[in-house]
């Protein structure tokens, strides 16, 4: 048998807005964790590029274009999920380059 905090009689209201409480609060350090910024955005980019330019120098030009192509894919792809949310402009073009090239700043 589960001990409540509100004791024997669990109120439902107050149970609820505890969990709902407890989920913003959860929620929040996880969007802290994996918040991307422009910069690390950037440096995700640089890297792709000279991933793309190494890779073509060394294994074919097909194969540097399949790298920068595909980063393009999920870019513009990132950009359709944006317009069909209803995110409109800079704003949609900003949350498509942080979740396409966000990734580098984990590196």
Do not use: C
Request: charged fraction near 20%.
């Amino acid at each position: 048998m589960q001990q409540w905090p509100e004791g024997p009689e669990a109120d439902p209201v107050a149970a609820r807005e505890r969990y709902d409480s407890d989920m913003r609060a959860a929620r929040g350090a996880v969007r802290e964790v994996l918040r991307a910024d422009l910069p690390a955005a950037n440096f995700g980019l640089g890297i792709v590029i000279v991933v793309s330019v190494v890779a073509g120098f060394a294994a074919g030009a097909v194969v540097g274009a399949g790298i920068g192509g595909a980063f393009a894919v999920l870019f513009l792809a990132t950009l359709l999920v944006m317009f069909l949310r209803g995110v409109r402009g800079g704003d949609a073009l900003r949350r498509a380059y942080l979740f396409t090239f966000g990734w580098a700043n984990w590196i």
